[in-house]
């Protein structure tokens, strides 16, 4: 009896597959988010290290010279001396950027890191970096609000920490899920492959939000 030939289906080799637990939805994970994830981290990290640096020494020089005007004084809505005087300025009794300095530094070890080729399997070490991404993503959301809606002045070199931090935990949060450091909640997990999908335009949308917030709330002075 002759045998029977069994056709081979090709499957996509940019894209990974794997098992749901929710019959017909596969938890598609895009090849790409392992190979850029520890540059977006680097890059980021960078980015706001250099702003929590170049607001500490604007910081310094105030308290040195009350009268200082800091660089990234443009105009009477974008500017980081009417910010840097207030109480929100210095949250926890000591200047915010101290903070920065501290954890976009550890934000850059970790994407060295990676680049480098290490492959920490620890859940715990992921998930305490983790957490360190929830606040700084919800520490700078307060800022915001803090600065449009109770200060009525934006700083632009905080603005620069804002922009990075965000996609920092965003990334995060999809590299936990991608990696099992973070399992997905039951009957999330339509939710997560539509995240990890289309993960840009959450993204961008999250920006335009933000960015909506703050046109719509000074139109008086850019004219909207």
């Known amino acids: ?5 069994t056709a081979k289906v090709a499957q996509p080799t940019n894209l990974k597959v794997a098992a749901s637990s929710t019959p017909g939805v596969p938890t598609r994970t895009p090849g ?3 190979k850029y994830f520890p540059w977006a981290l680097v890059t980021g990290g960078l980015i706001g290290l250099v702003a929590a640096f170049v607001l500490m020494v604007e910081k310094v020089a105030v308290l040195k010279d009350p009268t200082h005007v800091p660089s990234c004084n ?6 980081c001396g009417s910010v840097i005087d207030t109480p929100q300025a210095s949250a926890f009794g000591f200047p915010n950027p101290m903070l920065g300095l501290i954890g976009f530094t550890a934000v850059i070890v970790v994407g060295v890191s ?6 920490i399997a620890k859940a715990w070490y992921w998930r305490t970096f983790w957490a ?5 993503v919800g520490f700078i959301h307060w800022l915001f609000f803090q600065s449009v809606y ?51 335009g959450i993204l961008l949308s999250w920006y335009l939000v933000i960015i909506g917030l703050i046109l719509y ?5 850019f004219g909207i």
Do not use: S
């Not at 399992?183 to 997990?189: I, V």
């Open 74 to 79: 443009i105009n009477p809505i974008l500017a």
């Open 132 to 136: 360190g991404t929830i606040f700084g």
């Open 150 to 200: 109770r200060i009525g002045a934006l700083c632009p070199y905080c603005m620069a920490v804002w922009v990075v931090t965000i996609p920092i935990f965003w990334y995060t949060t999809l590299w936990m899920f991608r990696e099992g450091h973070l399992p997905t909640p039951r009957g999330w997990d339509r939710t997560v492959a539509f995240a990890t999908v289309n993960h840009l």
């Open 114 to 119: 990676l680049l480098a080729g290490m492959r």
């Open 217 to 221: 709330h000074f139109w008086y002075y």
């Open 32 to 34: 790409k988010l392992q």
């Open 1 to 5: 009896m002759p045998a029977k030939k």
